[in-house]
């Protein structure tokens, strides 16, 4: 079956502007997380939404990031103003009713330049 | 959330049996222990993931002593393919709850 899809796989942007990550998550899935990851480090949470509960945005670094799902379906991350910092790879995952197991999608590589 | 630490990297040779441990001493009574697997230009995966005592798939073993306060995630007989960066995740399986990972193990697979 189709896994997580995250579009676009790679995306180059001018400082200051702003950037739309999309994930598809897999179908029957209520639990979603967004990470970054920055070259050569570890998954560093974003992000988390179950169902129709109020995500939980304890990772988002700072009021430039935002996140939002419809339902239970596709989620956005936007990330406004965008700095040299934000580049990174951004990893979407998602699993049944909260919890594990996870599965990721393979990223959205972000350059700020 | 339970914290965990685990060795940065780890080097092997091909058809040796890797063992690479997690420690998680303030893993809490309903956590589970889960194993990802990432490479380069991917997402992690899903190898393992267990509760108490041991776990074996077809992938890999995952020991866990009576405490739990760590675990050991368990390769046989590794080839170059499994030149990869390991997690372990500490959390809980049936409720909301954010899966926050540790920095991995990085762990080189030499012919």
């Known amino acids: 079956g189709a896994g997580v899809s995250q579009s676009p796989s790679n995306k180059v942007t001018e400082k200051g502007k702003d950037v739309e990550l999309r994930c598809d998550p897999i179908?029957?899935?209520?639990?979603l997380y967004w990470y970054r990851q920055r070259l050569g480090q570890g998954l560093e949470f974003l992000i988390y939404?179950?169902?129709?509960?109020?995500?939980?945005k304890s990772g988002l670094p700072s009021d430039r990031f935002s996140a939002e799902r419809t339902g239970e379906s596709v989620s956005t991350l936007t990330i406004q103003r965008t700095q040299q910092e934000d580049s990174a790879v951004y990893l979407c995952?998602?699993?049944?009713?909260?919890?594990?197991?996870?599965?990721f999608g393979n990223g959205t590589r972000l350059t700020v330049t | 959330l339970a914290k965990t630490t685990q060795p940065i990297s780890m080097d092997s040779y091909e058809g040796q049996e890797v063992n690479i441990t997690c420690s998680h001493n303030?893993?809490?009574?309903?956590?589970?222990i889960t194993w990802y697997q990432q490479f380069p230009s991917q997402g992690p995966r899903f190898i393992i993931q267990g509760y108490k005592t041991k776990v074996t798939n077809e992938v890999a073993s995952l020991f866990i002593p009576a405490d739990r306060k760590s675990s050991t995630l368990s390769l046989p007989r590794v080839s170059l393919s499994d030149t990869a960066v390991y997690y372990c995740l500490v959390g809980l399986f049936h409720n909301n709850n954010d899966m926050r990972f540790g920095a991995g193990t990085r762990l080189t697979v030499k012919p």
């Open positions: 303030n893993i809490a009574t309903n956590d589970y």
């Open positions: 995952a998602s699993s049944l009713a909260g919890g594990q197991p996870l599965h």
């Open positions: 179908s029957g899935h209520t639990a």
């Open positions: 939404f179950q169902g129709n509960s109020a995500p939980d």
